[in-house]
């Protein structure tokens, strides 16, 4: 190393180690100044001269403390170690001219942190509250069921008869061969077909009906007459749990009408409990989790090729112990030709009555529409071996073969609850045998 760059190392180690000796010796004095600072804090300091501003207000009135009962003599010898702090001289608060000014607080309560309670404005404010759906019966609306029988009413059996009465000015006997071969051919069925014939072959020859216009009407009128069933609207609050046993063929769409009730019951404020069934049918209970996680309402599932009473009977007493206003059991789909698969019908609904004495209460047959007569079929097996309450018909938008609800309401004297006629939850529809006919029987153009 040369003697130059000995020199410049050891000029850098001499500053570094001056720099750290002046800093400890500065670390030091500071500590040693702090620690005076601190002893000194016990002596009594003289107060501080008022500002100027503050003695031209004048003497602050000296807060109103209770004098110590004891010893009297020894807390005047003592001197405390650090004054009490002047009051701080509260300006008068500002309040408007037609509210009452509010005392200020106290400087005891404000010594003890506590703050006044703010008073109310003058005029309350209202927040909006959702009122609650009016019980009374909505009004119908024809028109927004109309495009979900567009095919029945445009291809099927109205679509028909429009073009029979086509033109005609006056009716005669040879139409009723016509007619008759419209109405075998429908979806209705060929009981009711009959049925309708003859009570119009009467009336032609009593020349009660002249016109086309007439027998329309009369074919309207009778057909809401078949579909008007004598029964009480379904009310889910008169048992709880209300238990709701769905069922029907594979494909029928039962999994997602009741995805869609339940969305409606939860709408209307109800606690809802689905019950997965159909544990045979592949992502059948997952169909049924994703509509509980869309409603909210809660699920009982087992596993895939469980036994489907058991998971009902689970879904119906977790009902029973958690309150539930309404359960709905989804079974498993199964062909009305297989007799063993409808005798298990009989089992489940006997595991339903032990898990709540009474239940099922309603007991619902989805019917595709799409299958025409072959649903009356269906509806009249099922029938023989369950009890089923009510009809839910899905599938009207897609299908031509609408007519098949009067032959079922007809043939099997049961009434019609919902009916599908698209995909959106709103498009399950409460029946309605006057809105429906309405909107069925809209008169066509050919008629004009």
């Known amino acids: 190393m040369s003697p130059a760059e000995l020199y410049q190392l050891l000029g850098v180690a001499g500053g570094v180690l001056g720099t750290g000796a002046l800093g400890f010796w500065v670390v030091r004095r500071a500590r040693a100044s702090r620690r005076r600072m601190i002893e000194e804090a016990g002596e009594a300091r003289p107060a501080r001269e008022l500002p100027a501003r503050r003695r031209a207000r004048g003497p602050e009135p000296e807060p109103e403390t209770p004098e110590p009962e004891a010893a009297p003599e020894a807390a005047e010898d003592e001197a405390p170690a650090t004054p009490p702090p002047e009051p701080r001289r509260e300006a008068p608060p500002r309040v408007a001219a037609s509210a009452a000014p509010s005392p200020s607080p106290s400087p005891a309560a404000r010594g003890g942190q506590v703050l006044p309670f703010p008073t109310a404005p003058a005029t309350p404010v209202v927040l909006p509250v959702e009122k609650p759906a009016s019980p009374a019966k909505k009004k119908k609306d024809a028109a927004a069921l109309a495009p979900g029988l567009a095919r029945t009413r445009s291809t099927g059996f109205i679509a028909g008869l429009g ?5 005609r000015k006056e009716l005669d006997p040879s139409i009723v061969e016509g007619l008759e071969k419209i109405l075998l051919t429908a979806d209705i069925g060929v009981r009711t077909s009959e049925k309708l014939l003859e009570e119009i072959r009467k009336s032609l020859s009593r020349k009660e009906l002249s016109n086309p216009d007439a027998i329309w009407s009369y074919l309207r009128a009778r057909s809401a007459e078949i579909l008007s069933q004598d029964v009480t609207p379904v009310d889910f609050g008169a048992k709880k749990p209300f238990v709701l046993l769905v069922i029907g063929v594979n494909g029928s769409g039962k999994t997602t009408t009741i995805g869609k009730l339940a ?6 404020g109800k606690k809802v409990t689905l019950g997965a069934g159909d544990t045979f049918r592949a992502a059948a209970a997952e169909q049924l989790e994703i509509w509980a996680g869309r409603t909210g309402a809660a699920l009982v599932r087992g596993k895939e090729g469980a036994d489907p009473s058991s998971v009902i009977f689970d879904a119906v007493k977790r009902g029973v112990t958690e309150g539930a206003d309404v359960v709905i059991c989804d079974t498993a789909g199964r062909l009305h030709t297989k ?12 595991v339903v009555d032990k898990a709540c004495a009474g239940a ?14 072959n649903a009356i079929a269906q509806a009249k097996i099922f029938t023989e ?6 009809i839910v ?11 098949v609800i009067l032959g079922i309401a007809d043939q099997l004297k049961l009434p019609v609850r919902y009916i599908g006629i698209g995909e959106r939850v709103d498009d399950l529809r409460e029946f309605d045998a006057e809105e429906f006919v309405e909107a069925l029987f809209e008169p066509p153009a050919l008629l004009q």
Request: glycine residues 12%.
């Open 360 to 373: 099922p209460h309603e007991t619902w047959l989805v019917i595709d529409s799409t299958s025409g007569q």
């Open 339 to 350: 007799t063993d698969l409808m005798q298990e019908l009989q089992k489940v609904r006997r």
């Open 393 to 403: 018909l899905t599938k009207l938008d897609g299908t031509a073969k609408g007519g």
């Open 263 to 268: 969305a409606k019951l939860v709408g209307d």
């Open 385 to 390: 071996a369950m009890q089923v309450t009510g």
């Open 163 to 167: 073009a029979l009465f086509a033109g």
